[in-house]
């Protein structure tokens, strides 16, 4: 019997849970992002947001600290009991080498991680866990997209799939948060449908918005409480199926 034939497999085994580690970390991201916009609820589990953000800080923290991956020490170690080729430097190095063929030095991929951490952490603040999302007033949402009206407040987009009447078929902000608890028709009364930012005595406060021009408007407010465009826009993009904007 082969006696190395443990040792490649088990190598085999430890290069398959790094991958599922790299997996998790990039694909982790992005479910999140996207969950958010489709209001998959299970993605701002505390748990998974948690572990989620663990594993990019211990590989941010090894980057940082000059300290090898302890996955990649003990498949290198088993290869060599395998007495097969084992490689130097960190695993995403080697294989980001292998596949495009490009020699970056270790700082890139310091900077690389650092920055991508920076974007977990990001995504964190403007679309937090489920736990925390009804303990922080600042970001107190209902389920769905977090992002912020007019005058900065944070609030939930209309997420597909939700009771829409709840929102303002106009802008998409939440009637619960609007100041004024809706905008008024041309009798006086309340409206059901508008919040006091886009209606005001029956009339809309910028008639002769379209709704890309609304949504635009939303994103340039959002941009300006610091929230990155090209986010703004995938935030708002529900903005085009309100009430208003669907009437001929």
Request: with cysteine.
């Amino acid at each position: 019997m082969n006696d190395s034939l443990p040792f490649q497999l088990l190598a085999d085994a430890v290069l398959s849970l790094h991958v599922a580690v790299v997996v998790f970390v990039v694909g982790g991201q992005v479910f999140i992002i996207v969950g958010n916009l489709r209001a998959w609820h299970w993605v701002n589990a505390l748990w998974f947001r948690l572990v989620h953000l663990a594993a990019i800080a211990v590989v941010i923290a090894e980057a940082w600290i000059g300290a090898a991956c302890p996955l990649t020490s003990l498949e290198m170690w088993l290869r060599t009991r395998a007495r097969s080729t084992a490689y130097a430097g960190s695993f995403i190095e080697h294989w980001f080498q292998r596949i495009l063929y490009y020699d970056a030095p270790a700082w890139a991929f310091t900077l690389a991680y650092s920055a991508f951490g920076l974007v977990v952490i990001a995504t964190w603040w403007y679309l937090p866990p489920s736990s925390t999302r009804h303990s922080r007033g600042r970001h107190a949402t209902k389920p769905g997209s977090a992002h912020r009206d007019y005058a900065g407040n944070s609030y939930s987009i209309a997420p597909e799939g939700q009771n829409m009447s709840k929102y303002c078929q106009s802008c998409g902000m939440p009637l619960s948060k609007d100041p004024q608890i809706g905008g008024t028709n041309s009798d006086g009364k309340k409206s059901e449908d508008y919040c006091s930012l886009c209606l005001a005595g029956g009339t809309f406060t910028a008639p002769d918005f379209t709704a890309k021009q609304m949504q635009a408007f939303c994103v340039e407010k959002m941009r300006e409480k610091g929230i990155p465009r090209p986010l703004g826009w995938l935030l708002t993009r529900n903005i085009t199926k309100l009430k208003r904007w669907k009437s001929p």
